[in-house]
């Protein structure tokens, strides 16, 4: 885990809401999301598969496919401090300036997302053509092949097609071509999921590298939130669609404050430590179109509370012991038992570490579940 | 390079199978081709020399047995030899299709490549404005594409030859001119040939059509189209690249059509008397001139064989991920 | 054309059929057609041609063959009496085109049907075999794919004794030896798919025989395919034995649409004008083909979802309380994401807010 000083917001994303379809059989994928990202920073976005989170991190640069819909909330994005652009409203010309030259996308499968009739070559000085035209051919030669030598790549693989390369390269490739205008957001779409675990360790410390020497934000989704303990600045967990926990990294991983965050943490066995059981979450994400009243996670929650059945929980801010406070951090939870009416279970009212300057030295009481290892765990 | 050698290699049997099956089809169907075709001759004289030809042709000869006809056939074949055209007086075949083939490959071959490439390219319009009104135009390509060739020809010449009078209705040239290469003789032909060519386009545009837009609603939902968006480049260049690879079924698809094209166009030159190669397969037909009739088979058979390869090259340079060697 | 030209375009349709059917057994899931206008012309036609086929000749108003006036040469414009007018032998255009259609339609299905069972035969088998097998089977159907089926028609029925050219269901045959390589391939590239699905490998380690794997797992998942395949091999056969008629190297006695057009050529029908001897017969094959066409658009779509309209249709649009703001979401804009403030309607599902 990084402790990089968080900048100026970069992003603010608020309310958020993104449908696929309309009329009955609408699926709400994403309600009601709150994010901000900061400058620098590596924001991760954790959760399931139908969690909505590659939804909501392409809602945001309206890259959603086709049924889906932005139906509600803002999205604000400040290239410089004072100015805002309105992604929402923003015409098809503003978009096409604002795209990878300030927000580029890594997406999962380097294989799908290459062109594969184009060498790559063309590809990297495709967005140089596009945004930089007073570049001439050679200045655009040279740039392409010193963001191959940026992620390790000879220079002369610029003629090379994306099928004669491997796996780890291909994604290397996508990361040069997502860093070729310089951007300061990297929105990345579970860049490492499809590698081997050994190209996957590499290529994620080469993009923290490459994120020390560049300095861009990156909001980092993936469904392994034992990577984001490693890599990320703060962390926002999401469940059926919705925000349920936002927290700094440190925080969250040592003290959850949502009882789904507790039962991912749980569901990683550590290296080292003594041995336990793991409990896992029981029960199985709910079908988006046909959701549970009051809060979604209810029926899967041991201490949900006759409340939790009937009103939904919006996201109450905490403050920065992680308590519910009136003033509100940027720490937030969205759980009954976390809105100061009443002592929360233990499990869910660890204190928080303070605030990173250096890694904290865990000492976990005895009704604390033992602090997971920052070794990494099989996704 | 291996994948275009292996093609050849199945051209090449495609077509010694071709030669094959013309070889044993008059032997094979019942009834007796010799005396179908001396009934069509009554009136001529038939020397001995004729007859023994037209026996040795079809198989009725039996002073060689089966495999020397064939290896005599062949010997035939490849010494440019495709027997004699009796419903022409007696001229060797290859001098009768020597002087439709030109009309033919002019009038289908120029046809075709137009309607393939206003048919992609409409296709790929279609494709990206979806949801507009193009949308609704797709049910009347299907009337167009069901529709038999031979009737928009009908439809072609009472419409636009007999009561606009826009265009000649017949032919391929004012036959009273002698041609030369000049503007008038280059004109009357153009002119004669509008409206055969109109036909073939319209016939077949709406395959190309209908094929490129949904190869193209399937191409542009691949990620690389997204990132295309996502990379802010403009959109003309969002289609190419899109465009680009959606091509390659279009083509692999030219070569599975052209069969069907060339089918369509010889039909159509019937309808306007455009003496091409349609035109004499319906004399051949009629006149029971098997030689001819099987003549033509061969080059036609040979003409979509060469622009299968044809195709396979374009598609071999287009998809670079058939050069990788297998 | 059904499914689209060429291998890769088999592949990608395979793997879209695929998303449709994951990795669950041979679902008995029914052919549920989407309910477009589209289906429902061309399913109308298509039933209105086959009632054509079967009353046709009983429902004419006279005796196609008969010949009514011995003095007129020339082809009668249609009046009270011949609704269609007549031909040049003074026969009534109208009894030709009702008897006509059972002959073309009966073609058209037994070649249809014939040559499906042949392309399912090799198809199939080649794809689930491999090896060898598999090469010299893909061999002989890219043989027949490429030999330009209409000049090979024309040559055998060219050598064909009239009297043998009568015959619908021969016929049939012999086109449906044409034109069963098309469907063949496309069947061999999802039948390869299909293999390699857990379901039909779990059903070989367990040690069923192949035919049963066949007949119970593949052929099920292959149904949109066939029926697709069918309807274009259908109209395959509708255009190809117009045009075998339209040469007159079918029995020129029995009475069909392409018989009909080549009498009107005969007649000069198009440079004198006289539309009544070749519009209605080729009004009738374009719109059974069309019809044919139609239903294939709707399967088409109901293999691959995508090609389904995209985005919101007004009236959908509308029924959900949508109203738009800077962009109407009804045409699709790839790369861009509609934002749509929408005023949810009263009594819906309880999102929090």
């Known amino acids: 885990m990084n402790a990089y000083p968080a900048g100026r917001p970069l992003l603010e994303v608020s309310g958020l809401c993104v449908d696929y379809g309309a009329g009955p059989g609408t699926v709400h994928a994403v309600v009601d999301a709150d994010l901000v990202l900061h400058r620098g920073e590596v924001l991760g976005l954790a959760g399931e598969s139908g969690s909505g989170k590659s939804t909501l991190a392409y809602a945001i640069t309206r890259l959603l496919r086709a049924p889906g819909m932005i139906t509600g909330g803002s999205v604000g994005y400040y290239p410089q401090p004072g100015t805002v652009v309105d992604l929402l409203a923003a015409s098809e010309s503003t978009l096409r300036v604002l795209r990878w030259s300030q927000i580029s996308v890594v997406m999962q499968s380097a294989m799908n997302a290459l062109n594969p009739v184009l060498s790559i070559g063309s590809q990297l000085t495709d967005v140089l053509q596009a945004h930089r035209p007073n570049l001439g051919q050679a200045a655009r030669q040279a740039r392409a092949s010193d963001l191959l030598a940026m992620v390790g790549i000879t220079a002369d693989r610029l003629g090379s097609h994306p099928h004669e390369l491997s796996g780890g390269m291909r994604q290397r490739v996508m990361i040069a071509m997502a860093l070729a205008l310089e951007p300061q957001v990297v929105i990345m779409d579970e860049p490492t999921t499809a590698l081997d675990v050994v190209t996957q360790r590499e290529i994620l410390e080469e993009l923290m590298d490459l994120r020390e020497r560049l300095g861009f934000a990156v909001l980092f989704i993936t469904h392994d939130l034992s990577l984001l303990i490693e890599i990320a600045d703060s962390i926002a967990v999401m469940y059926a669609g919705r925000l349920v926990e936002r927290a700094g990294a440190a925080a969250l991983f040592r003290a959850p404050r949502h009882p789904y965050t507790l039962g991912l943490l749980s569901s990683f066995p550590s290296l080292h430590g003594p041995r336990r059981r793991l409990t896992g979450i029981p029960g199985s994400p709910p079908d988006l179109r046909q959701l549970p009243a009051g809060c979604v996670f209810h029926p899967r929650c041991s201490y949900a509370t006759d409340r939790c059945r009937t009103d939904a929980p919006a996201l109450i801010r905490l403050g920065a012991r992680g308590d519910a406070a009136a003033g509100g951090g940027p720490r937030a939870a969205a759980c009954w038992l976390q809105d100061g009416s009443a002592a929360p279970p233990p499990e869910l009212a660890v204190p928080a570490p303070s605030e990173p300057a250096a890694p904290p030295a865990p000492a976990p009481t005895a009704s604390a579940p033992p602090a997971p290892d920052l070794a990494r765990s099989q996704p | ?326 | 054309m059904a499914i689209g030209s060429g291998t890769d375009l088999d592949d990608a349709q395979a793997a879209d059929l695929l998303e449709l059917y994951p990795n669950a057994p041979a679902s008995r899931r029914r052919l549920r057609l989407p309910r477009s206008p589209k289906v429902i012309i061309g399913l109308a036609l298509l039933i209105g041609f086959g009632v054509l086929a079967v009353i046709g000749p009983w429902i004419a108003p006279y005796n196609p063959a008969q010949t009514f006036s011995t003095t007129a040469s020339f082809p009668q414009p249609p009046s009270a009496a011949h609704l269609l007018g007549t031909t040049q032998q003074q026969q009534d255009v109208l009894s030709q085109l009702l008897a006509g259609g059972r002959s073309t339609i009966l073609v058209a299905f037994v070649a249809g049907l014939i040559a499906t069972v042949l392309s399912v035969i090799v198809g199939v088998t080649a794809g689930y075999a491999g090896g060898l097998g598999d090469d010299l089977l893909s061999m002989l159907a890219n043989f027949f794919l490429i030999l330009p089926a209409l000049p090979l028609l024309i040559v055998i029925f060219g050598f064909l004794p009239p009297s043998q050219g009568g015959d619908d269901v021969l016929i049939g045959l012999i086109i449906a030896v044409t034109g069963w390589a098309f469907g063949a391939r496309v069947l061999r590239a999802q039948t390869l798919s299909l293999r390699t699905r857990d379901y039909v490998e779990s059903a070989r380690i367990v040690g069923e025989r192949g035919w049963r794997i066949i007949s119970f797992e593949i052929l099920p998942n292959l149904i949109p395919i066939l029926a697709s395949s069918f309807l274009f091999t259908v109209l395959y056969g509708v255009g190809t034995y117009t045009a075998l008629a339209f040469l007159g190297l079918v029995n020129p006695n029995h009475v069909s649409w392409g018989g009909m057009l080549f009498y009107a050529q005969v007649a000069g029908a198009e440079q004198s004008g006289y539309w009544w001897l070749f519009l209605p017969p080729g009004l009738a094959v374009a719109l059974l083909g069309t019809s044919l066409a139609l239903l294939n658009f709707s399967i088409d779509e109901f293999i691959n979802p995508r090609l389904r309209a995209a985005g919101l249709s007004r009236r959908r649009a509308r029924r959900a309380g949508v109203t738009e703001t800077a962009r109407p979401p009804r045409r699709f804009v790839l790369g861009v994401t509609p934002v749509l403030r929408s005023v949810p309607p009263a009594g819906d599902d309880g999102r929090p807010r």
């Open chain 2, 1 to 326: 390079m291996y994948v275009i050698s292996r093609r050849i290699g199945f051209y090449a049997l495609t077509a010694i199978a071709a030669v094959t099956v013309t070889f044993f089809i008059p032997r094979v169907m019942p009834g007796n081709p010799v005396s179908a075709v001396l009934a069509k001759m009554q009136g001529t004289v038939v020397t001995k020399q004729t007859l023994a030809a037209l026996q040795a042709e079809f198989g009725s000869d039996t002073r060689e047995g089966l495999v020397g006809q064939y290896l005599h056939y062949w010997n035939d074949i490849l010494h440019g030899n495709l027997g004699i055209s009796t419903s022409n007086g007696m001229v060797p075949v290859t001098t009768v299709i020597r002087g439709a083939l030109p009309w033919t490959l002019g009038l289908v071959g120029t046809a075709t490549v137009i309607s393939f490439i206003l048919g992609t390219l409409l296709g790929i319009l279609v494709a990206w404005r979806r949801g507009s009104w193009l949308d609704t135009l797709l049910p009347a390509t299907t009337f167009f594409q069901a529709a038999p060739y031979f009737f928009l020809a009908f439809l072609a010449i009472d419409l636009f030859a007999i009561r606009l009078g826009w265009f000649p209705a017949v032919g391929a040239r004012n036959t009273l001119d002698f041609p030369a290469f000049d503007w008038t003789y280059a004109s009357d032909v153009l002119d004669h040939a509008i409206l055969p060519a109109l036909t073939i386009v319209v016939a077949s545009a709406a395959g190309w059509i209908v094929g490129m837009r949904n190869v193209m609603i399937t191409t542009m939902d691949e990620d690389y189209v997204l990132i295309a968006q996502a990379k802010g480049l403009p959109k003309r260049r969002v289609i190419w690249y899109a465009a680009r690879n959606a091509i390659l079924p279009s083509i692999s698809g030219f070569s599975l059509a052209i069969g069907f094209v060339v089918s369509g166009a010889l039909l159509t030159e019937i309808v306007f008397s455009y003496p091409g190669l349609g035109f004499i397969l319906l004399s051949a037909v009629q006149e029971a001139d098997y030689a001819l009739l099987q003549g033509i088979f061969l080059v036609i058979t040979m003409a979509v064989l060469i622009a299968n390869l044809a195709a396979d090259f374009v598609y071999v340079y287009l998809d670079p991920r058939t050069r990788q060697e297998a």
